[in-house]
């Protein structure tokens, strides 16, 4: 089986002719680097008594690379079957779809945690992450409008469309997806089970000086680093900023204009001790 999702080449000027997803294949290069189809293989078993032609670590990481350059269903892994100089032995559509098939929860749970310790190498290597400052986290849904009425787990949205509604974690420093939740699109924008569940999974995908003391019940004395996540004003209930505080994790949520929150405001206006500096002169 080949495990790498892309072929070393090596790049001479004065060729002729065009070669097409150079930029997939330098993705692709990049995350044969960090061993990413390697991590994912380990995570998904097979059936049967002989190994699979396409080794599924690298079959996954090619769906991404197929994704990222606007795919959007099995059969568009075809753009990098066209091009084996630079991919090799690409799956077919039937493979990668069964690859797809194939992920349970159980397993999806085991590639959560391979990505993780992908992620961990490569935080532990980078200046933007490996440092004391505050982990910033954020929140935040999105419709995805779907064309058919057929496809499972889809519901009418509140813009009046029909598709899904799936709620995201990134991470502010590397603009990486941490976690994500996929929900039909009549799903309360503000649920907060959803809340927690997927700023749970995005600490989860931490490395742990900066998960440790950010799990549910933790100690705050056992926080390595400070940990702030963001929201807008669906995250601005009760259940969520408690959840917060439960997690030791700072949080910044946007509330809406009301009568009962600007008299709050105007009880604290004249009380000094309710107050802190947001910005210091240095």
Not at 94 to 122: E, H, K, M, N, W
């Amino acid at each position: 089986m080949q495990g790498s999702s892309a072929v070393r080449v090596k790049i001479e000027g004065g060729g002729e002719g065009a070669v097409g997803h150079v930029g997939l294949h330098a993705l692709g290069s990049f995350a044969d680097r960090l061993g990413l189809a390697e991590a994912l293989s380990a995570a998904v078993p097979w059936a049967g008594e002989r190994a699979p032609v396409h080794d599924r670590g690298k079959v996954l990481t090619q769906a991404m690379l197929m994704l990222t350059g606007g795919g959007s269903s099995c059969s568009d892994i075809e753009q990098l079957r066209v091009e084996s100089r630079l991919f090799g032995s690409v799956a077919s559509t039937p493979t990668t779809y069964r690859s797809f098939r194939a992920i349970t929860p159980g397993v999806l749970a085991d590639l959560g945690s391979a990505f993780a310790s992908v992620r961990r190498q490569v935080w532990a290597r980078s200046g933007i992450t490996n440092n004391t400052d505050p982990v910033v986290l954020d929140i935040d849904a999105s419709l995805v409008q779907v064309h058919s009425e057929n496809k499972a787990g889809t519901a009418p949205t509140y813009k009046g469309g029909f598709g899904f509604h799936p709620i995201f974690c990134f991470a502010d420093a590397t603009g990486e997806t941490l976690a994500s939740m996929l929900r039909p699109g009549n799903a309360s924008a503000n649920n907060i089970a959803d809340h927690l569940a997927v700023l749970d999974a995005a600490v989860a995908q931490l490395p742990e000086q900066s998960a440790v003391g950010h799990r549910r019940g933790d100690e705050s004395g056992t926080v390595g680093r400070p940990l702030v996540v963001r929201a807008d004003s669906a995250g601005c209930t009760g259940g969520f900023v408690s959840g917060c505080r439960d997690r030791n994790i700072g949080f910044a949520v946007v509330a809406r204009r009301s009568t009962q929150i600007h008299s709050a405001l105007l009880r604290v206006l004249v009380d000094d001790e309710a107050w802190s500096p947001a910005r210091t002169q240095t």
